[in-house]
């Protein structure tokens, strides 16, 4: 199980920002601090408009471009938090959003996992990029439905097998996503992660039994990236069989920017990190035997067959001079039957075991 801190663009384009957030997410407990980078120029259009919640959190930009360009970090600034993470020990991924970006952070910074963003799970040339450089994948499922995904992992499917055909048709993706092979490599390599994009997402659309669902129909490892406001669903989406999860951190809901109203505070990371780690603790391997601690009690809460009365040696056992209470192990109780009507082999005294 591991924890992503998604620091996404929460540093609002100012470095230092970017590595306090680094410094919040070795704080708070995370595996991974994970960042975004992109070419504001390849990513989107001049006149794509903003996002309502965009919008709600920056009025006064009114194109996804304006707004994209104020957190755009340079390539140098992602090698300078690279090295930082490496000296923290804490593991540096960010999402490429554009081709030169795909390239920059799996060939220059050598990231062995990349991160797919709900908004590019349709975007069929760049997954074939993606699975093309033979790097463990996260494809995030917002917006999404079974199809679709079923339809981006055929084609991860096919990167990964055919590193040489340049126009491949829909069908190859198809035999890929069929042959054993291809489930095989995505087992290995993908990671699914459930999602809800929306900034916050309302309790009633998170959909928590998806992560079942994507388990059960994928057969892959699946994860949660979450959106919600507070930390009990992100804990409760352990309890799902969950080998990821991802939540967004800020150091300031406050800030002004897309994402920092859905993100959490160190102090909430580090309480959610905690949760979530005392739950994968109490899952255990689900096998129902006594534990340990169990044992030990057994001797206190288990009920033997006890002499209720005086019974003499020959006397018939019955309902009145037998009775069923706590005391160490003797007779099982599943006895009781085999017992009435049957002579007595000894003298007992009140409270002592049967033991026949």
Known sequence: MRIIAEAGVNHNGDENLAFKLVDAAVYSGADVVKFQTYKTDCLVTSST?????????????????????????????????????????????????????????????????????????????????????????????????????????????FGYLDQSVHKPKLADFVEAYSSEYGKKVLRDKVTLLHCTSAYPAPDSTVNLNAIKTLNQRFKICTGFSDHSLGIAIPIASVALGITLLEKHLTLDKTLEGPDHSASLEPIEFKKMVEGVCQVSKALGNGEKIALGAEKQNMKF????????????????????NLSIKRAPEKMSPYEYWRLLGSASSRNYSVGELIDE
Request: proline residues 1%; contains cysteine; aromatic residues 10%.
């Open 301 to 320: 809460s288990r009920r033997s067959i006890v002499a209720e009365k005086s019974i003499e040696k020959g006397e018939l056992f019955d309902e009145y």
């Open 49 to 157: 408009a903003c996002a309502d919640y965009q919008i709600k959190s920056n009025q006064s930009v009114k194109t996804q471009k304006s707004l994209l360009s104020q957190f755009e970090l340079s390539y140098k600034s992602f090698e300078r938090l690279k090295a930082y993470c490496d000296a923290l020990k804490i593991e540096f991924m960010t999402t490429a959003f554009d081709y030169e970006s795909l390239k920059f952070v799996s060939d220059h910074l050598n990231l062995k996992t990349l991160k797919i963003s709900s908004g590019d799970l349709t975007n069929a040339p760049f997954l074939l990029e993606h699975a093309r450089t033979n790097k463990n994948i996260i494809l995030s499922t917002g917006m999404s439905n079974i199809n679709e995904i079923k339809s981006a992992l055929s084609v991860l499917a």
